[in-house]
């Protein structure tokens, strides 16, 4: 022997559970430690909650069929089998047969549903001096846990370069536990934002560009930007999205509030009321019109805003209407609470509005005048949202939503019998699908889709608690929420990733979906631009003198 001391081992590892070895006592000591930290992100660092009985990352067989339920889409649901194999739905049809190396999970009296899609998210984002405090990781790990299986996440520039915004969100995202896209945001207009914006488009998967009409001074952008950027995305396929408010107004409103001494929660809903948010709806939408491009509308928040969108919609301008989960299940009294920190988790942007903004926001969905939900998942913590305690201007805006969302809108829309179980696949997967060029890949159970299911028991339980989510932030904008109805089973990429309760994901499986230009919405545009130039009745031919 030369000193160094060996010892007889026995590896607590996943895949070599009870394999004895010889190490050095060096090499031992450093094993342990490394199972220590990996025990310790597994057992909350990162807001996961795994079976601490079992082995996280235990293998997983590549086939599933799952049975006895009641398969739901957008357009029909039926009593089916579904047998999943490498990753993809390979066949939906009652009674399938299978070999003994299926894992068989049994459905019978729940939906089988496509997994949630998040059109509205905002991971590991840098804003109002600090950055959102979920990553890919941690922020699409409670997704899963609520049924949410793909989220499409905004990029954005840096100093106003959108190349090298796209760049770091790649290299954010290589943390990833599930599917995801991005949406570009663009906050200034020259040449090379007009070139990059072609390359992302053609190259890397990018087919939806967001303008701010708010944040003076950081992200917004004027009207002669916006209408460049209308004109090339328009060229480009791509989908113009805008953040509805006049950021003028909420500048001038904000000073106007905050000098009548109203520094609390409070004024930040009292500066930017829903009137603004309307008026930038509808110039937003006639800009849109104007150039003859389609509009998604994010987060709106007000009947100011839904008038807009809902008479736009009856002229038959092609405008998307994205309402979220705050704003359908909730009303501004928070924002008046006298405890800072409770009122101040519900600051965001449009703010939660006045009660019956909500409810009717709940009826527009129902009726197909709005068409999905999104979340605004855009996650601070206490401590984050404490740098404004003195100046609601300061408050970081944001929520959270992406693991509730699921919850929310089936106990707001399906509980309450506002729409029909197919109507909230539609709600919360389809139509995102389909609104940015990805279905029925992504947002339907159909042979050759992407195996992204959830399994929602309608007899179970769900309360919402910070206490028992899975982000990192240390409060819940729907604490206490109790409701009928309970997501049991997560399937992302053909695993269980969320059953009963315990989480199993792995980090850096996530895959990027690149998302094709000239979607559903762009379909004929050609033809309404001719159809244009022919009513001008021009030029006219007049006579030379």
């Given at each position: 022997?030369?000193?160094?001391?060996?010892?007889?081992?026995?590896?607590?590892?996943?895949?070599?559970?009870?394999?004895?070895?010889?190490?050095?006592?060096?090499?031992?000591?450093?094993?342990?430690?490394?199972?220590?930290?990996?025990s310790a992100v597994a057992d909350g660092i990162c807001g996961l909650d795994v079976d601490k009985e079992g082995c996280q990352w235990e293998q997983q067989t590549s086939k599933l069929l799952i049975t006895g339920g009641i398969v739901v889409n957008a357009d029909r649901q039926q009593q089916a089998d579904v047998y999943i194999e490498d990753?993809?739905?390979?066949?939906?049809?009652?009674?399938?047969?299978?070999?003994?190396?299926?894992?068989?999970?049994?459905?019978?009296?729940?939906?089988?549903?496509?997994?949630?899609?998040?059109?509205?998210?905002?991971?590991?984002?840098?804003?109002?001096?600090?950055?959102?405090?979920?990553?890919?990781?941690?922020?699409?790990?409670?997704?899963?846990?609520?049924?949410?299986?793909?989220?499409?996440?905004?990029?954005?520039?840096?100093?106003?370069?959108?190349?090298?915004?796209?760049?770091?969100?790649?290299?954010?995202?290589?943390?990833?536990?599930?599917?995801?896209?991005?949406?570009?945001?663009?906050?200034?207009?020259?040449?090379?934002?007009?070139?990059?914006?072609?390359?992302?488009?053609?190259?890397?998967?990018?087919?939806?560009?967001?303008?701010?009409?708010?944040?003076?001074?950081?992200?917004?952008?004027?009207?002669?930007?916006?209408?460049?950027?209308?004109?090339?995305?328009?060229?480009?396929?791509?989908?113009?999205?805008?953040?509805?408010?006049?950021?003028?107004?909420?500048?001038?409103?904000?000073?106007?509030?905050?000098?009548?001494?109203?520094?609390?929660?409070?004024?930040?809903?009292?500066?930017?009321?829903?009137?603004?948010?309307?008026?930038?709806?509808?110039?937003?939408?006639?800009?849109?019109?104007?150039?003859?491009?389609?509009?998604?509308?994010?987060?709106?928040?007000?009947?100011?805003?839904?008038?807009?969108?809902?008479?736009?919609?009856?002229?038959?301008?092609?405008?998307?209407?994205?309402?979220?989960?705050?704003?359908?299940a909730l009303n501004d009294s928070v924002l008046w609470d006298p405890d800072f920190m409770t009122a101040s988790k519900y600051v965001m942007s449009p703010p939660i509005r006045p009660a019956g903004h909500g409810e009717a926001l709940q009826a527009a969905l129902a009726n197909g005048v709005l068409q999905l939900v999104g979340t605004d998942?855009?996650?601070?913590?206490?401590?984050?949202?404490?740098?404004?305690?003195?100046?609601?201007?300061?408050?970081?805006?944001?929520?959270?939503?992406?693991?509730?969302?699921?919850?929310?809108?089936?106990?707001?829309?399906?509980?309450?019998?506002?729409?029909?179980?197919?109507?909230?696949?539609?709600?919360?997967?389809?139509?995102?699908?389909?609104?940015?060029?990805?279905?029925?890949?992504?947002?339907?159970?159909?042979?050759?889709?992407?195996?992204?299911?959830?399994?929602?028991?309608?007899?179970?339980?769900?309360?919402?608690?910070?206490?028992?989510?899975?982000?990192?932030?240390?409060?819940?904008?729907?604490?206490?929420?109790?409701?009928?109805?309970?997501?049991?089973?997560?399937?992302?990429?053909?695993?269980?990733?969320?059953?009963?309760?315990?989480?199993?994901?792995?980090?850096?499986?996530?895959?990027?979906?690149?998302?094709?230009?000239?979607?559903?919405?762009?379909?004929?545009?050609?033809?309404?631009?001719?159809?244009?130039?022919?009513a001008f009745r021009a030029p006219v031919q007049r006579a030379v003198e």
């Amino acid at each position: 022997m030369t000193g160094r001391v060996y010892v007889r081992a026995e590896l607590a590892d996943c895949s070599r559970r009870g394999r004895v070895v010889i190490v050095p006592l060096q090499l031992l000591q450093l094993l342990i430690l490394l199972q220590l930290v990996l025990s310790a992100v597994a057992d909350g660092i990162c807001g996961l909650d795994v079976d601490k009985e079992g082995c996280q990352w235990e293998q997983q067989t590549s086939k599933l069929l799952i049975t006895g339920g009641i398969v739901v889409n957008a357009d029909r649901q039926q009593q089916a089998d579904v047998y999943i194999e490498d990753g993809l739905i390979r066949l939906v049809a009652q009674n399938i047969k299978v070999s003994d190396d299926v894992r068989i999970i049994d459905a019978t009296g729940k939906f089988v549903m496509p997994g949630g899609i998040d059109p509205h998210t905002h991971m590991e984002m840098p804003f109002m001096g600090t950055q959102t405090s979920d990553d890919f990781f941690t922020g699409q790990a409670a997704a899963l846990a609520g049924g949410t299986t793909m989220h499409i996440d905004f990029a954005l520039p840096i100093d106003g370069d959108i190349a090298a915004g796209y760049e770091s969100y790649v290299k954010k995202a290589e943390k990833s536990c599930m599917d995801y896209s991005f949406h570009m945001a663009v906050t200034t207009w020259n040449d090379n934002v007009a070139k990059d914006m072609e390359n992302l488009v053609k190259e890397k998967g990018i087919n939806s560009f967001k303008f701010f009409l708010a944040y003076k001074g950081s992200l917004m952008v004027t009207d002669e930007q916006f209408l460049q950027g209308l004109r090339k995305c328009k060229e480009l396929g791509a989908l113009a999205q805008v953040h509805a408010e006049n950021g003028d107004a909420v500048a001038e409103g904000q000073a106007r509030i905050f000098a009548q001494g109203i520094t609390g929660p409070e004024g930040h809903a009292l500066s930017r009321p829903s009137l603004l948010e309307g008026e930038a709806t509808g110039r937003a939408i006639k800009l849109a019109q104007f150039v003859n491009t389609p509009l998604y509308v994010v987060h709106v928040m007000s009947t100011d805003a839904l008038d807009e969108i809902s008479r736009a919609r009856a002229a038959g301008v092609r405008v998307v209407g994205e309402p979220v989960a705050s704003g359908l299940a909730l009303n501004d009294s928070v924002l008046w609470d006298p405890d800072f920190m409770t009122a101040s988790k519900y600051v965001m942007s449009p703010p939660i509005r006045p009660a019956g903004h909500g409810e009717a926001l709940q009826a527009a969905l129902a009726n197909g005048v709005l068409q999905l939900v999104g979340t605004d998942h855009c996650a601070f913590n206490s401590k984050q949202k404490a740098a404004g305690k003195s100046d609601f201007r300061l408050i970081p805006n944001g929520v959270n939503g992406i693991e509730e969302r699921m919850h929310i809108v089936w106990d707001l829309m399906v509980n309450s019998g506002r729409v029909s179980v197919m109507d909230y696949v539609r709600i919360t997967s389809t139509a995102c699908a389909q609104i940015f060029n990805i279905y029925p890949q992504k947002g339907a159970i159909l042979p050759g889709s992407d195996a992204d299911i959830i399994i929602m028991n309608p007899k179970g339980n769900t309360r919402i608690s910070a206490e028992t989510h899975h982000s990192t932030i240390d409060t819940n904008i729907y604490e206490g929420w109790s409701m009928k109805g309970n997501i049991e089973t997560t399937i992302s990429q053909g695993k269980v990733v969320w059953d009963k309760g315990h989480l199993n994901v792995e980090r850096g499986v996530g895959r990027y979906i690149p998302l094709p230009p000239f979607g559903p919405l762009f379909d004929g545009l050609d033809k309404l631009d001719s159809a244009q130039l022919k009513a001008f009745r021009a030029p006219v031919q007049r006579a030379v003198e």
